[in-house]
């Protein structure tokens, strides 16, 4: 005699007749770039990831986590090796098609952001599929960390402690990322930091990692439970 398999929050693990109708689906969108000399390139994807299944367990039955996008939009990261970038237009349409496919079952649809890169993208596949009649929306990873520095490295020291290089993490570009915006987009993240690295981690630890993961996790749960917004 078999059991059934133990319910999951992943979509793929699931048979299609144990996927209940108009479910809500989050598709964790991340990037394969660098993220210094200490972090794996699939960090924002990880950590989308992690948000979106433990936001999922918080929510019950009705929310699923689809499989990730794993490329994004990294440019800026392009002069490191190792970055794998599609660019914004690209991105954008596969996006957009995910939502288009996935509403044929799904009654709401929920992007879970890892990389800032990525956000022009998602507000314009948003506002697509929002148009096109689609519950659409997305939402950000908020960790405060500019890029590979504490935040991140804290999560990633929590989430898969092995693929940390804690002995090659050294500081980059401290300075504020708001001041360094525009330089980053005209000329890219090498010239400013060679290392990879916007901030210092060390002091990160997998405690503080633990304490981020719980907060996001918690503010998309808050998000999925919001009522949908009345644009008309």
């Known amino acids: 005699m078999h059991s059934s398999p ?4 992943l979509l793929a693990d699931a048979p299609w007749p144990t996927i209940p109708d108009g479910l809500t689906l989050l598709v964790p969108v991340g990037s394969t770039e660098q993220h210094g000399p200490h972090l794996p390139l699939d ?3 990880v950590i989308a990831v992690a948000v979106a299944e433990g936001a999922a367990r918080r929510s019950g039955d009705s929310v699923r986590v689809a499989p990730a996008v794993a490329y994004g939009s990294s440019g800026e990261h392009q002069a490191f090796a190792g970055t794998v970038s599609i660019g914004t237009e690209a991105l954008t349409q596969v996006l957009i098609e995910v939502g288009r496919s996935a509403r044929q079952w799904a009654g709401r649809l929920v992007f879970v952001n ?4 990525n ?3 998602l507000t314009t596949a948003v506002r697509v599929l929002s148009e096109e009649g689609t519950d659409a929306s997305w939402q950000p990873c908020r960790h405060g960390d500019a890029h590979a520095g504490r935040g991140e490295t804290s999560l990633l020291l929590h989430l898969a402690p092995h693929r940390v290089a804690m002995e090659r993490a050294e500081p980059g570009n401290v300075e504020p990322v708001g001041d360094l915006l525009p330089r980053l987009r005209e000329r890219g993240l090498r010239p400013l930091a060679p290392n990879g690295v916007l901030g210092d981690p060390r002091g990160a630890s997998p405690a503080e ?3 981020l993961l ?3 996790t918690g503010e998309l749960a808050a998000a999925l439970r919001a009522p949908a917004k009345d644009d008309s």
Not at 6 to 9: D, I, K
Not at 114 to 117: L, S
């Open 6 to 9: 133990a319910p999951t929050p």
């Open 119 to 121: 956000v022009d993208a």
């Open 214 to 216: 719980d907060r996001m």
């Open 43 to 45: 960090t924002d994807t």
């Open 209 to 211: 990692g633990a304490a």
């Open 114 to 117: 890892g990389h800032g890169g």
